[in-house]
């Protein structure tokens, strides 16, 4: 059973940094697929964070490109996002996703195969 497990979340002062990880399991390799992350502020809806290809290019919404930087390591099949300068407007719960397909249709669209379970992030001002 393909699984996709979030960790890293907490509760930070704002000014501090995090990384989450996102480890997948169950046969999913995620050199073959495209990885995002999406949060989800309480009251709001979804929105796309940060994207890596299956080749390695990474994108990112524009406001946050400056703080967040998605990587992943092959060789533990996880995905991660470090979020530097944390203020309270990115609390939010932060989701891992993989799709088979484009990169576009998953930043677009949040067209996804699997989900995480999500791993909250709350900043205190």
Do not use: H
Request: glycine residues 14%; hydrophobic residues 35%; charged residues 20%.
């Amino acid at each position: 059973q393909v699984r996709l497990m979030e960790s890293g979340g907490g509760s930070v002062q704002a000014g501090g940094s995090l990384r989450l990880s996102c480890v997948a399991s169950g046969g999913l390799d995620i050199d073959f697929y495209a990885l995002g992350w999406f949060r989800q502020a309480p009251g709001k809806e979804r929105e796309g964070v940060a994207f890596i290809g299956s080749g390695g290019t990474t994108s990112y919404a524009d406001s946050l490109k400056d703080r967040f930087n998605i990587f992943k390591d092959s060789s533990k099949n996880t995905l991660y996002l470090d979020i530097n300068d944390l203020k309270p407007e990115d609390t939010a719960v932060y989701y891992c996703a993989a799709a088979r397909g484009s990169i576009v249709l998953l930043q677009s669209r949040g067209r996804a195969d699997y989900w995480g379970q999500g791993t909250p992030v709350t900043v205190a001002s």
